[in-house]
């Protein structure tokens, strides 16, 4: 009947990944940003996302040699903490979000901007050679360029995939003009999210499909 | 210049609901639900969302008077638990996420399937009434089904929004082929999400945007 399904997990993961591959535009990728592209692509159900992403070249080179050396991950939500599969982490790597910390509200009302926006100022002691992932808020992606060009200690490598109607496409489009400052992933448009973000994670965490 | 952008998180949701009324065709949706499909859109970043949303009639006024009566909130992964904003519940409502319960890896080697759907098993003493919230797994709303069909408690309204390439449109077809045994919203195709199941959640949960 129509609820008899594929049990085995492995066998799911190889079906949906043989039928990415199959139908999404991956030639402009390799490597790790290939898997990475892949995996992204399996967290929304989407093909044609492929052809939304944008890397800097040295950015999985970047981000994957972080996270082997133990780098801490920035997160700008709960939700892409909780997405991250933490024994994919090949050095037990640090999940920080600080959008819950009290001192995120407080400052958030200091600087006149959002408590996401806030919360980027409490990366300050942690961002040097971190990796960030900014998986839902545009105004945490402005307010960390907004740092960088300040001088702020530049992190490893910036996921950059706030989705969204006001200022998603704008702050990715911020981030990719400025590879003179980091190397950097987006995805351009209103589509991102915290899924696609935690996906990106993963995939650069462990070459494990 | 490019990093100048609207800190006022009020007016940034204000111009993003009105940006996806404008857009989105939203004519077949009225009240909670709409407020449920403008939130879902906005998780996601796509107006065209609103296309593939089907729903049983009795869909958000049971999701709504399940909340209201303190029903638990069923959830097949964390992002989807982390994606809930508690201060959206109206009764301070238990968010259940059952996928980390030691058992659930024991009865996935027993019933040889993946662990999300032998999560589902553990839902048992509390699906009465409650609101079950499918974000990722289509295994896990496949078995769920499974155990509606045998006679398990029937929850208040299930929320099947499982995303990916094996089994994700055919899992929410078979759920909106069951409107007999319980109330359901589903997004058909591919797409879907944990960003999308708890946007579903808040709106349902409070009408405050």
């Known amino acids: 009947g129509d609820l008899d399904y594929l049990r085995d997990g492995r066998e799911i993961y190889r079906r949906s990944f043989a039928t990415i591959r199959a139908e999404a535009r991956l030639e402009r990728f390799a490597g790790p940003l290939e898997r990475c592209v892949v995996r992204m692509i399996h967290a929304c159900g989407m093909v044609d996302l492929a052809d939304d992403v944008e890397a800097s070249p040295g950015f999985a ?14 997160c700008d939500t709960e939700m892409v903490a909780a997405g991250i599969t ?43 050679g971190a990796l960030v992932v900014v998986g839902n808020a545009p105004t945490a992606l402005f307010q960390l360029l907004i740092r960088l060009e300040e001088g702020w200690p530049r992190p490893a490598a910036v996921i950059g995939v706030p989705v969204g109607f006001v200022g998603a496409a704008e702050s990715k489009r911020a981030l990719a003009a ?17 899924a696609i973000a935690a996906a990106a994670v993963n995939a650069l ?3 494990e499909e």
């Open 61 to 74: 080179a970047a981000a994957t040699a972080a996270l082997r050396g133990g780098a801490a991950i920035l």
């Open 86 to 128: 933490r024994r994919r982490l090949p050095a037990d790597n640090e999940v920080v979000c600080t959008l819950g910390d009290p001192r995120a509200a407080e400052l958030a009302r200091e600087l006149a901007t959002t408590r996401t926006a806030a919360a980027v100022e409490l990366w300050r002691e942690r961002i040097e």
């Open 178 to 194: 400025r590879r003179h400052l980091v190397e950097f992933l987006v995805v351009h448009g209103r589509r991102g999210g915290s």
């Open 205 to 207: 965490a462990s070459e």
